[in-house]
């Protein structure tokens, strides 16, 4: 089992920035790859970032391209997301997941709780 917990949401105004951050415990952090997913009210949970386990892949979603960093750091074993220039339309649920394969985050085995980001416009 791996468990994971999520930190670092909150409110802020449009164009500004948050880190959130996901503390994993349980497994060996360095054997999943990591991603950030997340939900807004009335839609479907979608893909956000992911990073390999070594970090030497970095993959995100178009529209977060150029304001989202996700990085991680198998000594803390904690995953970020920096997120900068954010929009009222990244208002959602944050979820750090956790994917057995070291390499993608495809099927995720192991999801945070969630942490709230709400940005006003």
């Known amino acids: 089992q791996v468990q994971l917990v999520e930190s670092g949401g909150g409110l802020v105004q449009a164009g500004g920035s948050l880190r959130l951050s996901c503390a994993a415990s349980?497994?060996?952090?360095?054997?999943?790859?990591m991603g950030w997913f997340r939900q807004a009210p009335g839609k479907e949970r979608e893909f956000v970032a992911g990073i390999s386990w070594s970090g030497g892949r970095i993959y995100y979603t178009d529209s977060v391209k150029g304001r989202f960093s996700i990085s991680r750091d198998n000594a803390k074993n904690t995953v970020y997301l920096q997120m900068n220039s954010l929009k009222p339309e990244d208002t959602a649920v944050y979820f750090c997941?956790?994917?057995?394969?070291?390499?993608?985050?495809?099927?995720?085995?192991?999801w945070g709780q969630g942490t709230q980001v709400t940005v006003s416009s």
């Open positions: 349980g497994r060996t952090f360095s054997d999943y790859a």
């Open positions: 997941a956790a994917d057995g394969n070291p390499m993608v985050v495809a099927t995720p085995d192991y």
